[in-house]
């Protein structure tokens, strides 16, 4: 799979967050990268910031929070182009939550591993 279509099954996963959520994030940016950091082979996406629950007064004039997506992991583990789509959806979601401060535990209880 090209760079540029895993790209747009990224905007795709986004496009799918229902509007009143994506109106409430805030100050976060996303990014797609080839590999993850070193020593992070397996890591299909992260999320790098102050989660929206834990930010106040104290939280201005700072960069935005980082959410990237790994290609090359994510096709790894993928078998089919449907399964490309399906683990893009899920590592999005799983990332957008945490932004909202949902952690690893509540999104297991959801579904979302």
Partial sequence: MSRE??????TEALDTIPAELASLMDNVALFVEDDPPPG???LLGLYDGVALTERGDWYAG??????TIYMNPTLRICESVEDVVDEVHI???HEIAHHFGIDDARLH???YD
């Fill in 91 to 93: 590592t999005v979601v």
């Fill in 40 to 42: 992070e082979p397996d």
């Fill in 5 to 10: 279509r895993f790209e747009e099954l990224v």
């Fill in 109 to 111: 209880e959801l579904g």
């Fill in 62 to 67: 700072v960069l935005p929070d980082r959410i």
